[in-house]
């Protein structure tokens, strides 16, 4: 009743898109701890654990695929920003395609259940866990700026210090890629061990994990363009 | 002056029903932006909002008061039957062209609305012969149309300069960003009362210009009386049926914080004093809608919705063309039966 008598010139208001941006970068970070939870549990043999969690995975990839939903559509071509629209855009992708790429490694996982993984394989998927973990937590306080950056209206000293944010996310994505490199070698060091099929489904693994971690990190590239600005 | 004249008194009910819905929406929509600070209750905001918009009213709503009642159709050379009629005519359509409106999401300008109105009763004069069409003031009114244009573009380059120096020489430097937002909190009361006041002096028109000159005042001054009724008429609005506005206002418009809102509230409220000062009837609330634009670009709201802008642009290109009709088919059938 109220409202029908309200002339609607506020509407220039438009709604933020930061507030789901932010969202959906935590969707993203849940989303690979409970990658996390699948790669632990197929270390350990407990395949059935593994399908269950991976289910999980995947719901929580639908859930940020709602929330990038909602970005889009307060980033539509009527809004204006403190970014550019475009750079906005261009962020938002491979944000989404954190969990996507979280999704992907998690069901790849669990559709091959007599899986052989060596000690050392083991050992190494971990570690590039745990380094797509540190990525992940790192990240999420590289985004979580963004309530900063727009109440300081991207003042200088607040870009500068999430700006200075990105290199350590790069640096863990070289790491994850390192490690990456030294497990390919490893499947096929151990080729006779594992058999051909095995290789192919571990390569495949292993490659998708690490797009999680690259994922990340293209998204902080990405961030960096959109609030960067010469000063 | 028969103040106990049927006519005249229904033309000085239709003015107040003006008055009261420039308060209820206008100025409740302007001072919305700035109970998001939470600087002010709403309930003090409408105290302080009243005592200025009541003050800008008074003391200075006699310029464009005079433009609405005299500066477009040269009443001087009329009948004052004629004038009285046409008034209510004006007044009555520009209060139902703006509460149906309202209920229709357009969001339309009392001042757009007037000013089509109060030509309308011009053409109707001309219709019926008791006033050639060369003797409407079309010069002021070119005048008022670009005012029109020009206003929400001031509001926004003065808005943007403002926000441009804060952000410059105040957020840069700033340790602490909430406690500049929290000393800008108060600093917005200031510019709120600055933009009631500012309203109070352009918008009282609205309402109390007809009324003057259906109460065959052209001779003289406005009187300070029959802007004091125009506020107070306002200020009632405000305190009815406003604080829910404000309230809605303020749950949508909270990216705007003390700084942003200290900026567009400055730039407007200059923007309509000059106006004001210059006898020209604008629109605060489009302003307003420029000046958030001008924030906007200065890179200070985190979303501003243009397409609105487009909305506006359509309704004032309408309204102008409706009330001017409107006001002229009613001159004609009260002119035929009163």
Known sequence: MVKDFIRPILDIFGKSPFGPIYEHALKGKETVYALKKVVDAWCKGDMESVVKLAEEVSKLEHEADIIKQKVRERLHAAVLLPVDRNDALEFLKPQDSIADSAERAAELISIKEDVILTETLKKQFREMMNKTIECIDIYDALVSEIKDLLDSSFSKKVVMRTVEIVPKIEELEHEVDIIELEMLKEIYKSEKELGATNVFHLYHIIITLADVSDNTARAADRLRTMIYRPM | ????????????????????????????????????????????????????????????????????????????????????????????????????????????????????????????????????????????????????????????????????????????????????????????????????????????????????????????????????????????????????????????????????????????????????????????????????????????????????????????????????LGSLLLYIIFEAVI
């Open chain 2, 1 to 324: 002056m028969e103040l106990a004249e049927p006519l005249i008194l229904f033309t000085l009910i239709a003015g107040l029903y003006m008055a009261w819905n420039i308060g209820a929406n206008d100025l409740a929509n302007a001072m919305g932006t700035s109970v998001g600070s939470k600087a002010l209750t709403i309930k003090q905001v409408i105290i302080l909002a009243g005592i200025l918009e009541f003050s800008g009213a008074v003391f200075f709503g006699k310029r464009v008061t005079t433009t609405i009642a005299k500066g477009i159709i040269p009443i001087e050379l009329i009948d004052q039957h004629l004038i009285t009629i046409g008034a209510l005519s004006a007044i009555l359509v520009a209060g139902v062209w703006i509460t149906v409106a309202t209920f229709y999401k357009l969001p339309v300008s009392t001042t757009h609305s007037i000013v089509g109105a109060v030509l309308g009763f011009g053409l109707g004069l001309v219709f019926k012969g008791s006033l050639s069409l060369s003797s409407i003031k079309w010069f002021v009114l070119l005048k008022i149309v670009a005012s029109w244009i020009l206003s929400p573009i001031t509001g926004g380059i003065s808005a943007f300069l403002i926000f441009y120096l804060i952000r410059k020489y105040i957020l840069e430097t700033a340790e602490n960003v909430k406690k500049v937002e929290r000393i800008f909190g108060y600093l917005q009361i200031a510019s709120a009362s600055y933009v009631a006041f500012a309203h109070g002096s352009n918008d009282v028109a609205n309402a109390v210009g007809p009324v003057s000159a259906a109460l065959g005042l052209f001779g003289a001054e406005i009187p300070r009386w029959l802007l004091a009724i125009g506020g107070i008429g306002i200020v009632i609005g405000l305190a009815t049926w406003g604080h829910r506005v404000i309230e809605t206002v303020g749950e949508r418009i909270t990216t705007l914080t003390p700084t942003r809102g200290f900026s567009a509230e400055f730039g407007t409220a200059s923007t309509v004093l000059v106006c004001s000062s210059l006898g020209l009837p604008i629109s605060t609330t489009h302003t307003l809608v420029g000046a958030v634009v001008g924030v906007g670009l200065a890179g200070g709201i985190e979303a501003v919705d243009l397409s609105v802008i487009r909305k506006i642009i359509y309704s004032w290109v309408v309204t102008v063309p409706a009330t001017a």
